[in-house]
């Protein structure tokens, strides 16, 4: 089974930026044909899909957060981050990671001075 486990800083500070980590258990980032992506869900709002990186290191992100947003993988630690700069209140989420079905459990990020 795979896991995903998130990891960050749980308090940001406005126009810091934003890094978190997911490490993979269970799986492998660069099995073939697998894709890994960070999903967000601000208070009282649906699910956003964010950027995800794909087994051979392609990158995709979302129109709207595209500027702000990088993604990178550490394959010797079978993990991949994430990166939002410039981050405002309207950042403030429940963070997951996601790939091959699963989820992480999630990570609250609050942006706040």
């Known amino acids: 089974q795979v896991r995903l486990q998130e990891a960050g800083p749980g308090l940001v500070k406005p126009s810091q930026t934003l890094s978190l980590t997911c490490t993979v258990s269970?799986?492998?980032?660069?099995?073939?044909?697998?894709?890994w992506s960070w999903i967000r869900q601000a208070p009282g709002k649906g699910l956003e899909w964010m950027a995800a990186?794909?087994?051979?290191?392609?990158?995709y992100f979302a129109p709207s957060l595209q500027s702000r947003t990088s993604i990178s993988r550490d394959t010797s630690k079978n993990e991949f981050s994430l990166r939002l700069e410039s981050v405002s209140s309207a950042d403030t989420a429940v963070y997951y990671c996601?790939?091959?079905?699963?989820w992480g459990q999630g990570t609250q990020v609050t942006v706040s001075s």
């Open positions: 996601f790939g091959r079905g699963y």
């Open positions: 990186i794909g087994y051979d290191g392609a990158r």
């Open positions: 269970g799986g492998s980032v660069t099995k073939p044909n697998t894709f």
